[in-house]
C-alpha cells in the first residue's frame, strides 16, 4: 500500500467541510496510514470526536490544557511522532493564526512545534479566500515550505455561492499526501492482473447481434486502479464506446468464445477480475449471410446455446490465478445469488449489485456492492464506480500483503 506504515496527524478545523474529513481518514486508512485525529473546538461544532475516533480506531485529540492527554502523549510529541501534518479543512481563521505563529490552542501549539511537512486543504467561502488578508497569509505560509492541496472550484455547501472555496476531496487530498511523502513502492509491482469488461455481441447474422446493457465504466476502472497501484494489467474488452484506460494492455474482443481465449492467453496472471457481462447463450448457429424476410413465412427461430463460463473456467483453472473476483449483476436476491456464486464459480470474491433499471447502475457511473468473500459479506454505500474501483484494489493489496 503506498501509504503503508505512514503516520498522519490529521487536524480537523471548524468548517462545513469537515463532514469530509470523515471520508478522508477511511481513505488514509485504506491506503495503510496511520491516522491520528486532533479537532479544534469548531471542528466539535460541525463533527463529534465519536464519529472521528470510530473511524480512525484511536484517540481523539482536542484539547491542548488536557492533563489526561498531555500525559499520555504531550502536544510536542504529538507533532513529531508523525510522518506528516494535514490540516483538513483549514479555515481562513486557522492559516492567519499559523502565519502569525499563535498557539493559543492544540492545533496551533502542534503547527508551531512540528518539524514535519505540513499540508493544508483550505475550504472556506469565495470572499474570504479572495480577501487580501487570506492572500497575504497564504504567500507567507508557501514562503514557510506549507504546501497546498485545492482549495476548488464549485457550488458552496452553505450558501447557492459558487467560486474558488471548496475543499479538494479526500481522494485528492489523498493523492497530495502520497506525493508529498513520496509514495514508496508500488504495491502492486510484478503482479499480473486480467480484467474483463463490458458486455459481449453474440451474432445473429453479419449484421445483428445480442448485447446487454454494459457500459464498461465498471471494469475499465478496475483496470486503471490496479495499473495505478503498479500491476501489470490486460484488460480484455467486449464492445464498448468509452476510452482505453492510460497504463494498461487493452484487448478488444466481441463474443464470450474470444472473451474465454484472450483470458486464457494471458495466463498466468496473479489477480482475475471478472467484471463482464458475458452474455449467458449465443445463437446455436448464426447464419452466414443476413436473413432475409420471407413475404408470408413465420420469423425465424432463434435457436441459443449456452456461452462457456469464463468466471468459473478461470476459478478452476489449472492455473488459477492467487485471487479470482467476479462479479454478479442481479435483480433480486442480492446476497443469496452472490453467494452462490462464490461457491459455483471457484471465486475468492464476488461483488454483487444490484442491476434493476431503478437504480441505474447499467451503464451510469455510480454502484452500491455487496462484498461476498470468506469472511461474510460487507455492504458498501453508494460510490463512483472510480471510488469502487480504487477500494476494491486496496482490497486486493491488502489481501497479497496479508
Ligand atoms: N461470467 C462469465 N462468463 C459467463 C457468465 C458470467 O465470466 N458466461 C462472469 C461475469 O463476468 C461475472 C460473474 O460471472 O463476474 C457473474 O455473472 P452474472 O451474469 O451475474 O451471473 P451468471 O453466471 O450469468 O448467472 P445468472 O445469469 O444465473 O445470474
Not at 487570506?134 to 455561492?161: C, H, Q, W, Y
Request: hydrophobic share 45%; glycine share 10%.
Amino acid at each position: 500500500m503506498d501509504l503503508a506504515g505512514k503516520r498522519i496527524l490529521l487536524i480537523i478545523g471548524g468548517g462545513i467541510a469537515a463532514y469530509k474529513s470523515l471520508d478522508l481518514i477511511r481513505r488514509l486508512r485504506e491506503r495503510g496510514a496511520q491516522v491520528r485525529p486532533v479537532m479544534t473546538r469548531a471542528a466539535q461544532e460541525f463533527i463529534t470526536p465519536l464519529a472521528v475516533g470510530a473511524l480512525s480506531s484511536g484517540h481523539v485529540y482536542t484539547d491542548l490544557f488536557s492533563r489526561e492527554d498531555e500525559q499520555d502523549v504531550g502536544h510536542i510529541r504529538l507533532a513529531r511522532d508523525c510522518d506528516l501534518v494535514l490540516v483538513a479543512p483549514a479555515t481562513a481563521d486557522r492559516m492567519a493564526k499559523m502565519a502569525h505563529g499563535l498557539a493559543d490552542d492544540l492545533a496551533g501549539a502542534v503547527l508551531l512545534a512540528t518539524g514535519r511537512s505540513v499540508l493544508l486543504a483550505p475550504a472556506m467561502n469565495p470572499k474570504m479566500w479572495q480577501a487580501a488578508a487570506t492572500l497575504r497569509n497564504v504567500e507567507t505560509l508557501k514562503g514557510d515550505g506549507i504546501a497546498f492541496v485545492g482549495p476548488m472550484a464549485g457550488e458552496m455547501a452553505e450558501s447557492n455561492e459558487a467560486g474558488t472555496g471548496r475543499m479538494a476531496e479526500p481522494l485528492q487530498i489523498v493523492d497530495a499526501v502520497i506525493d508529498l511523502l513520496g509514495g514508496g513502492p508500488m504495491p502492486l509491482q510484478g503482479r499480473r492482473a486480467i480484467v474483463t469488461s463490458g458486455p459481449t455481441h453474440e451474432p445473429i447474422d453479419p449484421v445483428r447481434y445480442i448485447a446487454n446493457r454494459s457500459s464498461g465504466k465498471q471494469g475499465h476502472a478496475i483496470a486503471a486502479a490496479l495499473a495505478k497501484l503498479g500491476a501489470d494489467v490486460t484488460l480484455v474488452s467486449g464492445p464498448v464506446t468509452i476510452p482505453e484506460p492510460d497504463g494498461v494492455t487493452t484487448v478488444h474482443v466481441e463474443t464470450a468464445s474470444e472473451m474465454l481465449a484472450a483470458v486464457e492467453a494471458h495466463l498466468p496472471a496473479d489477480i482475475a477480475v471478472m467484471v463482464a457481462a458475458v452474455a449467458d447463450w449465443r445463437v446455436a448457429t448464426s447464419a452466414g449471410q443476413k436473413i432475409k424476410k420471407q413475404p408470408g413465412e413465420a420469423p425465424p427461430p432463434l435457436m441459443l446455446a449456452e456461452n462457456p463460463d469464463i468466471l468459473k473456467t478461470v476459478g478452476h483453472h489449472v492455473q488459477r490465478p492467487k485471487l479470482v473476483i467476479g462479479f454478479a449483476a442481479e435483480t433480486q436476491d442480492v446476497e443469496d445469488n452472490g453467494r452462490a456464486k462464490l461457491a459455483r464459480k471457484g471465486a475468492d470474491m464476488i461483488v454483487a449489485n444490484d442491476v434493476s433499471p431503478q437504480t441505474g447502475v447499467m451503464g451510469g457511473d455510480r454502484n452500491r456492492v455487496h462484498i461476498i468473500s470468506a469472511e461474510g459479506i460487507d455492504i458498501w454505500p453508494e460510490l463512483s464506480k472510480t471510488d469502487v474501483a480504487q477500494r476494491l484494489a486496496a482490497w486486493i493489496v491488502a489481501r497479497f500483503s496479508s
